[in-house]
């Protein structure tokens, strides 16, 4: 039988770290899984974990979810890679479309990075204008355009948060604290130069760190007031706070929207998408350039339509999601030195007297004692993702006894 500590030792002579992404090198060395069900992760060693991570978002049904999994086998009886168009590729898109009252046209990539990669792309080509705003702490992806160090504050230009950066590039985009709509105006005011302004609505990769009543409106109008596109960067957010994402819950439309995760129903996928004139300027319609071997690939397409049909048969998943993540609510401790923000099935215990509004507040959270928590849980049976600033996610699949497990895990904390 395989052991994660001896698998995890070998991988570090094949992979940097010994992982294929950063997140997963849990210390001392990551648990190795073998198999998934419903809510459940199953390591080599045999230990089974009540999974809130649900690979950082996409399982919205949990794992090996039956109708999904039908949907990806009868598709790859007929292949799953032709290199033309597919009818699929038009029923995803019209469903998509029609879910976002901001989106006429789309484009499939394959990833969440290239998809807001790409709609930074598009924006700098339909505004002819340089440089780009996100929010500070805001996550979206790993390509040059937003690996930017936090810290640099809305006046200053953007510094690199990774080797290999080119710090002029890095000094077109530029960063405003979320919650913070006069940040914004006064960047946008003083600067005739930039294109775009993305953010996600609800900030998934430090939190989840909840809009301001209005804010997201205040973004809305600021950005339009200076001709800057507005992107919601929905990664997360898409059809896990609901179908239609954040930009329905909160009735905003954003110019582009950037979709992944749980839209492929849980294979790679990303979107990017909005008004008719904006999409047009996407190659071969338009001069801005996009292409893909494996975009709108029909094994995606097939698990993407199957997710987008069951949502829209069980729209009251959502009520229920919520109400599951109200309980764990309810079981933390009166006393307990931390704050419990929610929002739908996305959840998180921060360690900190109240719940941060930015990302320098989530910054003061005591890491230590989320580690030691953390510990807790994963000894107790349940896989929380292995950082203070990541958001929890609960699936379809968790049913009584991993709500059981959970309530009692943060009646601890
Ligand atoms: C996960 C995520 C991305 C990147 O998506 P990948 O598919 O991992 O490339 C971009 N934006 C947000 C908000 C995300 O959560």
């Given at each position: 039988?395989?052991?994660?500590?001896?698998?995890?030792?070998?991988?570090?002579?094949?992979?940097?770290?010994?992982?294929s992404?950063?997140?997963?090198?849990?210390?001392?060395?990551?648990?190795?899984v073998?198999?998934?069900?419903?809510?459940?992760?199953?390591?080599?060693?045999?230990?089974n974990?009540?999974?809130?991570?649900?690979?950082?978002?996409?399982?919205?049904?949990?794992?090996?979810?039956?109708?999904?999994?039908?949907?990806?086998?009868?598709?790859?009886?007929?292949?799953?890679?032709?290199?033309?168009?597919?009818?699929?590729?038009?029923?995803?898109?019209?469903?998509?479309?029609g879910?976002?009252?901001?989106?006429?046209?789309?484009?499939?990539?394959?990833?969440?990075?290239?998809?807001?990669?790409?709609?930074?792309?598009?924006?700098?080509?339909?505004?002819?204008?340089?440089?780009?705003?996100?929010?500070?702490?805001?996550?979206?992806?790993?390509?040059?355009?937003?690996?930017?160090?936090?810290?640099?504050?809305?006046?200053?230009?953007?510094?690199?948060?990774?080797?290999?950066?080119?710090?002029?590039?890095?000094?077109?985009?530029?960063?405003?604290?979320?919650?913070?709509?006069?940040?914004?105006?006064?960047?946008?005011?003083?600067?005739?130069?930039i294109?775009?302004?993305?953010?996600?609505?609800?900030?998934?990769?430090?939190?989840?760190?909840?809009?301001?009543?209005?804010?997201?409106?205040?973004?809305?109008?600021?950005?339009?007031?200076?001709?800057?596109?507005?992107i919601?960067?929905?990664?997360?957010t898409?059809?896990?706070?609901?179908?239609?994402?954040?930009?329905?819950?909160?009735?905003?439309?954003?110019?582009?929207?950037?979709?992944?995760?749980?839209?492929?129903?849980?294979?790679?996928?990303?979107v990017?998408?909005?008004?008719?004139?904006?999409?047009?300027?996407?190659?071969?319609?338009?001069?801005?350039?996009?292409?893909?071997?494996?975009?709108?690939?029909?094994?995606?397409?097939?698990?993407?339509?199957?997710?987008?049909?069951?949502?829209h048969?069980?729209?009251?998943?959502?009520?229920?999601?919520?109400?599951?993540?109200?309980?764990?609510?309810?079981?933390?401790?009166?006393?307990?030195?931390?704050?419990?923000?929610?929002?739908?099935?996305?959840?998180?215990?921060?360690?900190?007297?109240?719940?941060?509004?930015?990302?320098?507040?989530?910054k003061?959270?005591?890491?230590?004692?989320?580690?030691?928590?953390?510990?807790?849980?994963?000894?107790?049976?349940?896989?929380?993702?292995?950082?203070?600033?990541?958001?929890?996610?609960?699936?379809?699949?968790?049913?009584?006894?991993?709500?059981?497990?959970?309530?009692?895990?943060?009646?601890?904390?």
């Open positions: 039988m395989s052991n994660s500590e001896t698998l995890f030792n070998e991988a570090k002579t094949l992979l940097p770290g010994g992982v992404s950063p997140v997963r090198a849990i210390k001392p060395y990551p648990f190795y073998k198999s998934a069900k419903g809510a459940v992760l199953t390591t080599v060693e045999d230990t974990l009540v999974d809130c991570c649900l690979g950082y978002g996409p399982l919205l049904l949990g794992h090996a979810n039956s109708v999904i999994k039908a949907a990806i086998s009868s598709q790859l009886d007929n292949g799953w890679l032709y290199g033309t168009p597919t009818e699929l590729e038009i029923d995803l898109a019209k469903r998509i479309c879910d976002h009252p901001s989106m006429d046209m789309l484009r499939f990539v394959s990833t969440g990075t290239e998809a807001t990669m790409a709609a930074l792309r598009l924006a700098r080509g339909f505004t002819g204008k340089t440089d780009i705003v996100k929010v500070e702490g805001g996550f979206h992806g790993a390509h040059d355009a937003v690996l930017i160090a936090a810290g640099s504050g809305a006046t200053t230009h953007g510094t690199p948060d990774s080797a290999g950066v080119l710090p002029d590039f890095a000094a077109h985009t530029r960063q405003v604290p979320y919650n913070d709509p006069e940040a914004l105006e006064e960047l946008l005011s003083k600067n005739d130069n294109a775009a302004f993305i953010i996600e609505p609800v900030m998934g990769n430090i939190g989840p760190i909840l809009p301001d009543d209005g804010y997201l409106k205040a973004v809305r109008e600021i950005t339009a007031a200076h001709d800057v596109l507005l919601f960067d929905e990664v997360i898409g059809y896990r706070l609901g179908i239609g994402g954040a930009q329905v819950k909160f009735d905003i439309r954003p110019d582009l929207t950037t979709l992944g995760k749980i839209a492929g129903g849980g294979l790679p996928i990303g990017f998408g909005g008004r008719r004139e904006i999409l047009e300027m996407i190659s071969p319609a338009g001069p801005v350039y996009n292409a893909g071997t494996f975009n709108a690939n029909p094994a995606t397409m097939a698990a993407g339509i199957a997710m987008n049909k069951y949502l048969m069980h729209e009251d998943i959502y009520a229920k999601l919520d109400e599951r993540t109200r309980q764990i609510e309810e079981a933390v401790s009166s006393k307990a030195s931390g704050t419990f923000v929610r929002m739908g099935s996305m959840f998180k215990y921060f360690f900190r007297s109240s719940a941060p509004r930015n990302y320098t507040e989530a003061q959270c005591d890491t230590d004692a989320f580690r030691r928590f953390w510990e807790k849980a994963l000894s107790a049976g349940v896989f929380l993702p292995p950082s203070q600033f990541e958001t929890n996610f609960l699936s379809t699949a968790h049913g009584e006894s991993e709500m059981t497990k959970l309530v009692q895990v943060y009646s601890q904390c």
